[in-house]
T-cell receptor, first 116, second 110 residues
Framework: NAGVTQTPKFRVLKTGQSMTLLCAQD?????MYWYRQDPGMGLRLIHY???????AKGEVPDGYNVSRLKKQNFLLGLESAAPSQTSVYFC???????????????FGPGTRLTVL | GEDVEQSLFLSVREGDSSVINCTYT??????LYWYKQEPGAGLQLLTY?????DMKQDQRLTVLLNKKDKHLSLRIADTQTGDSAIYFC??????????FGPGTRLSVLP
C-alpha cells in the first residue's frame, strides 16, 4: 500500500496563478483532510471531507476550494494564488470518527508551495 | 474552541530524557495524541491516550495526562539523535476534528 500520496512535491507560483494539489489514498478511508503548516503555528485545517461528494470548511478555508469526486482522491485548488498562501500543505485521511474510537490520521509527505 | 499550546524548542543531550509539554483548553477532549514529524516528511502517530487514563507507556515513550490542569507530557527515555524531529500534540473530542499544537522542535546534541 502506498498510503497517502500528494502531487506535486514542490511548486512555485506567481501571484494570481491557479493550481490544483492532488491527494490520493489507498486505504479506503472515509475522511480526508487538507492542512497547511506554517512555522510556529502548527497545522491548520483548510477543508475536509467525510465522504465521497461531500466537503466542509475548516479553520482557514478562504482562498481555497476542494472537491471529492472519488473516495480515494481529494483535490485542493487555489484559484488566484497570493503570497500569504506560501506554506507546506499536508493531506491526511482516516476512518470515520463517528464510531467514537481513537483513530489515526495518516499523512502524506506534503507539498511545499511558494507564491511569489 | 479548543486551543493547544506547546513550547517551540527543546534541546537535550544524547542519552538524557526529553520531556515535551502540552496544554489544552477544552476539558471535554476525549483523545490526546503525540505525532512526530521528521524533516521533509509528513506526521506520524507516536502514541495517544484516552482521557480516562493518567499514564501510558510504550517502550521509551511515557505519556502523562493531568486532566485537572489540562496538561499532557511526552517523555522520551534515552534520547537518541534519531529522535530529533518536531513533536505535535493534538486533541480531539468524539466526532470532532483534530486540533494541533504549534509543535516542539527537539534537538538532540551529541
Amino acid at each position: 500500500n502506498a498510503g497517502v500520496t500528494q502531487t506535486p512535491k514542490f511548486r512555485v507560483l506567481k501571484t494570481g496563478q491557479s493550481m490544483t494539489l492532488l491527494c490520493a489514498q489507498d486505504m479506503n478511508h472515509e475522511y480526508m483532510y487538507w492542512y497547511r503548516q506554517d512555522p510556529g503555528m502548527g497545522l491548520r485545517l483548510i477543508h475536509y471531507s467525510v465522504g465521497e461528494g461531500t466537503t466542509a470548511k475548516g479553520e482557514v478555508p478562504d482562498g481555497y476550494n476542494v472537491s471529492r469526486l472519488k473516495k480515494q482522491n481529494f483535490l485542493l485548488g487555489l484559484e488566484s494564488a497570493a503570497p500569504s498562501q506560501t506554506s507546506v500543505y499536508f493531506c491526511a485521511s482516516s476512518y470515520s470518527t463517528a464510531s467514537g474510537g481513537a483513530y489515526e490520521q495518516f499523512f502524506g509527505p506534503g507539498t511545499r508551495l511558494t507564491v511569489l | 474552541g479548543e486551543d493547544v499550546e506547546q513550547s517551540l524548542f527543546l534541546s537535550v543531550r544524547e542519552g538524557d530524557s526529553s520531556v515535551i509539554n502540552c496544554t489544552y483548553t477544552d476539558s471535554s477532549s476525549t483523545y490526546l495524541y503525540w505525532y512526530k514529524q521528521e524533516p521533509g516528511a509528513g506526521l506520524q502517530l507516536l502514541t495517544y491516550i484516552f482521557s480516562n487514563m493518567d499514564m501510558k507507556q510504550d517502550q521509551r515513550l511515557t505519556v502523562l495526562l493531568n486532566k485537572k490542569d489540562k496538561h499532557l507530557s511526552l517523555r522520551i527515555a534515552d534520547t537518541q539523535t534519531g529522535d530529533s524531529a518536531i513533536y505535535f500534540c493534538a486533541a480531539r473530542n468524539y466526532g470532532q476534528n483534530f486540533v494541533f499544537g504549534p509543535g516542539t522542535r527537539l534537538s538532540v546534541l551529541p
